[in-house]
């Protein structure tokens, strides 16, 4: 082999092999089960109780969520929500967690009743039937990470209390963003 035939395999294998490296590593999707770093916050081993992991941010500028839940005229239950923060992300978005930005789970009672990318949302009052129920808003990450603080999801709680006279009350949590489950209270 002469020294010109080494230098053009020597160049030649320095242009092909990174893109071929970097064809077998993470692309910041999630993948059997698992999520791969970001630069954004650390992905902790815990999981909320949907089995969705957290991702620790710093509580200085940590995204926040408040909710706030009133009777419709029509029938039904407005659930406004204020951020801080935070950002809804546009539908299609890359799933890739970017600082401050991402969708929002309502859930009654601790189940999933929709995935917000807005501030407004009108509940169906088959969800809330007569009785007390917890609609809690959390917020996630575009890559399903759940945005956490101190270990705990970032979300609010506003309790419902439904009567048989069709009179309804919402008293809202703070909206600290950083509230626990109320299961069990």
């Known amino acids: 082999m002469t020294p010109w035939t080494r230098r053009t395999l020597a160049a030649l294998a320095v242009c092909l092999l990174p893109p071929l490296g970097a064809a077998g590593c993470t692309t910041g999707h999630a993948h059997g089960g698992t999520v791969s770093s970001s630069p954004v916050g650390k992905v902790l081993d815990g999981t909320d109780e949907t089995g969705r992991h957290l991702r620790e941010v710093d509580r200085k500028n940590a995204p926040e969520v408040g909710v706030e ?102 008293t809202a949590q703070p909206p600290t963003g950083t509230e626990t489950p109320v299961a069990g209270k």
């Open 69 to 170: 839940v009133t009777p419709h005229s029509g029938g039904g239950w407005d659930v406004r929500l204020s951020f801080r923060h935070f950002r809804c992300s546009a539908p299609g978005t890359a799933p890739t967690a970017v600082t401050g930005r991402g969708l929002v789970h309502l859930l009654v009672d601790g189940h999933q009743v929709a995935g917000l990318r807005t501030r407004a949302y009108r509940l169906p009052d088959r969800l809330v039937p007569h009785g007390t129920h917890h609609v809690t808003a959390r917020l996630y990450a575009d890559d399903g990470t759940v945005w956490a603080v101190h270990g705990r999801p970032v979300q609010s709680t506003a309790d419902i209390t439904v009567s048989d006279v069709e009179t309804a009350t919402a």
